[in-house]
């Protein structure tokens, strides 16, 4: 288990002023941003950069992590509390593919948090509510006020395969409570939630009511998860098309034949049309994945020759060389 | 022993798009805003057909959110903030190709 510290993640110290979190921010976000960054765990960096920006950067945010991690070391110095482990909002059931990027709902966990502690205090010492613009407060101070839960946004990676056929994926959800006397803590829900067959890189997928709870009587936010694929071992998938490459061999190319190819709907047999070159692209309609229009699958053809490693084939190659000869670097003058 | 919520997901599509003031809320950002990133051209939205109002799908709630976050995080105005998405995407896209060839 990890507590996560923002404050080295950043790069900062502690007292560290909102400019001095800007500036360490945009440093960072130049070093590790997945597009342009070469260092080789750049998109886990940026997410952890990204995550602690977003709580460190919001004054209230902070003072409610800053609690937190307070309270941590106040009760019994090394032990964080459950949940704050390297996963700490989701962890998907199921073996690896229920990783999800959980930045923003990390976000709007310590806004609610803070929310709640004021609400708290509000009830306790009427105190006023206020300072929350636009939020849609109502009541006067000492009084309960009706908030909407905020809503959550976070990434759930998943598998073509999972899009192809859905999949009901358990989410542990973990999000910062307060307890009687106000502090906070984290607890622990899971959802089951059927990924509808079908869904794109990018799909973003609305959970109504899972977000965080409303206040007062208000209604709860919703949670919204995008919809990432984990890299796949043979194919790429752009929308609904996949493409894969389909190793033949020269004279398949050369003469067309009837190959094998995997599919996701299972193997199926391709015609390879005669004179087929190098990086030529075959569409299988359909065959992609699941929708209204169902995705195609693209193939694209990678010409394997076998090595010249017997005497047969030395031979083979050679009576080529004498019926067919060509040369291929014509158009270099040489 | 843990509770376990069954819950229904809803795509983010045609059929259930997300409205002007969800998508707003989303960006922390006021309706007014997310208006000129559609004027501009920044973001896809499409008229519903009942109460005629701009509605939104995931790409363009992704880029909505995306261009918020970089006018937020590197103070940059919102046509900057638009290129840097344009350019970011294209990036991951060439990159897909280029894994392709690979």
């Given at each position: 288990?990890?507590?996560?510290?923002?404050?080295k993640?950043?790069?900062?110290?502690?007292?560290?002023t909102?400019?001095?979190i800007?500036?360490?921010?945009?440093?960072?976000?130049?070093?590790?941003?997945?597009?342009?960054?070469?260092e080789p765990?750049?998109?886990?960096?940026m997410?952890?950069?990204?995550?602690a920006n977003?709580?460190?950067?919001?004054?209230?945010?902070?003072?409610?992590?800053?609690a937190?991690?307070?309270?941590?070391?106040?009760?019994?110095?090394?032990?964080?509390?459950a949940?704050?482990?390297r996963d700490?909002e989701?962890?998907?059931?199921?073996?690896?593919?229920?990783?999800?990027?959980?930045?923003?709902?990390l976000?709007?966990m310590?806004?609610?948090?803070?929310?709640?502690?004021?609400g708290?205090?509000?009830g306790?010492?009427?105190?006023?509510?206020?300072?929350?613009?636009g939020q849609?407060?109502?009541?006067?101070?000492?009084?309960?006020?009706k908030m909407?839960?905020?809503?959550?946004h976070?990434e759930?990676?998943?598998?073509?395969?999972?899009s192809?056929?859905?999949?009901?994926?358990e989410l542990?959800?973990?999000?910062v409570?307060?307890?009687?006397?106000?502090?906070?803590?984290?607890?622990?829900?899971t959802?089951?939630?059927?990924?509808?067959?079908?869904?794109?890189?990018g799909?973003?997928?609305?959970?109504a009511g899972q977000?965080?709870?409303g206040?007062?009587g208000?209604?709860?936010?919703?949670?919204?998860?995008?919809?990432?694929?984990?890299a796949?071992?043979?194919?790429k998938?752009?929308?609904?098309?996949?493409?894969?490459?389909l190793?033949?061999?020269?004279w398949?190319?050369?003469l067309?034949?009837?190959?094998?190819?995997p599919?996701?709907?299972?193997?199926v047999?391709?015609?390879i049309?005669p004179?087929?070159?190098?990086?030529?692209?075959?569409r299988?309609?359909?065959?992609?994945?699941?929708?209204?229009?169902?995705?195609?699958?693209y193939?694209?053809?990678d010409?394997?020759?076998?090595?010249?490693?017997?005497?047969?084939?030395r031979a083979a190659?050679?009576?080529?060389?004498?019926?067919?000869?060509?040369?291929p670097?014509?158009?270099?003058?040489v | 022993?843990?509770?376990?919520?069954?819950?229904?997901?809803?795509l983010?599509?045609?059929?259930?798009p997300?409205?002007?003031?969800?998508l707003?809320?989303f960006?922390?950002?006021?309706?007014?805003?997310?208006?000129?990133?559609v004027e501009?051209?920044?973001?896809?939205?499409?008229k519903s057909s009942s109460?005629?109002?701009?509605?939104?799908?995931?790409v363009s709630?992704?880029?909505?959110?995306?261009?918020?976050?970089?006018?937020?995080?590197?103070?940059?105005?919102?046509?900057?903030?638009?290129?840097?998405?344009?350019?970011?995407e294209e990036?991951?896209?060439?990159?897909?190709?280029?894994?392709?060839?690979?």
């Amino acid at each position: 288990m990890e507590f996560k510290d923002y404050y080295k993640i950043l790069e900062v110290s502690r007292n560290a002023t909102q400019d001095d979190i800007r500036k360490a921010y945009r440093k960072l976000a130049r070093k590790y941003h997945p597009d342009v960054s070469k260092e080789p765990d750049a998109e886990k960096r940026m997410r952890d950069v990204n995550e602690a920006n977003d709580v460190l950067r919001d004054a209230e945010k902070r003072a409610e992590y800053d609690a937190l991690a307070a309270g941590i070391s106040a009760g019994g110095g090394q032990v964080p509390p459950a949940g704050w482990d390297r996963d700490f909002e989701f962890s998907g059931a199921g073996g690896g593919a229920g990783d999800v990027d959980f930045n923003d709902f990390l976000n709007g966990m310590f806004k609610q948090a803070a929310r709640k502690r004021q609400g708290f205090a509000a009830g306790q010492g009427g105190a006023q509510a206020g300072g929350h613009p636009g939020q849609g407060f109502a009541g006067a101070p000492g009084q309960t006020f009706k908030m909407r839960g905020e809503d959550h946004h976070a990434e759930i990676e998943i598998s073509l395969e999972d899009s192809f056929s859905g999949v009901t994926r358990e989410l542990s959800l973990r999000s910062v409570q307060l307890d009687e006397q106000g502090r906070p803590y984290m607890g622990t829900r899971t959802l089951s939630v059927k990924i509808p067959t079908g869904v794109k890189e990018g799909q973003m997928i609305r959970l109504a009511g899972q977000g965080m709870p409303g206040e007062g009587g208000g209604e709860p936010g919703d949670l919204f998860l995008t919809v990432r694929f984990a890299a796949h071992a043979l194919y790429k998938a752009d929308g609904r098309d996949l493409s894969m490459h389909l190793p033949v061999a020269p004279w398949e190319a050369a003469l067309g034949g009837q190959v094998h190819a995997p599919t996701l709907q299972g193997v199926v047999q391709v015609n390879i049309p005669p004179g087929s070159k190098q990086g030529g692209k075959l569409r299988l309609r359909g065959k992609g994945l699941p929708g209204d229009p169902a995705g195609d699958l693209y193939l694209i053809l990678d010409i394997v020759w076998p090595p010249a490693d017997n005497e047969a084939t030395r031979a083979a190659y050679q009576q080529l060389a004498t019926a067919a000869p060509f040369n291929p670097r014509r158009h270099l003058g040489v | 022993m843990n509770k376990v919520t069954i819950c229904t997901a809803q795509l983010v599509d045609h059929n259930a798009p997300v409205t002007l003031e969800e998508l707003a809320r989303f960006c922390e950002q006021q309706t007014d805003w997310v208006l000129s990133l559609v004027e501009q051209g920044v973001v896809a939205a499409s008229k519903s057909s009942s109460a005629g109002q701009w509605v939104f799908t995931s790409v363009s709630v992704s880029r909505a959110r995306h261009v918020a976050r970089l006018q937020r995080d590197f103070e940059v105005n919102l046509d900057a903030a638009a290129l840097m998405v344009d350019l970011m995407e294209e990036v991951r896209h060439l990159r897909g190709r280029l894994s392709l060839l690979k």
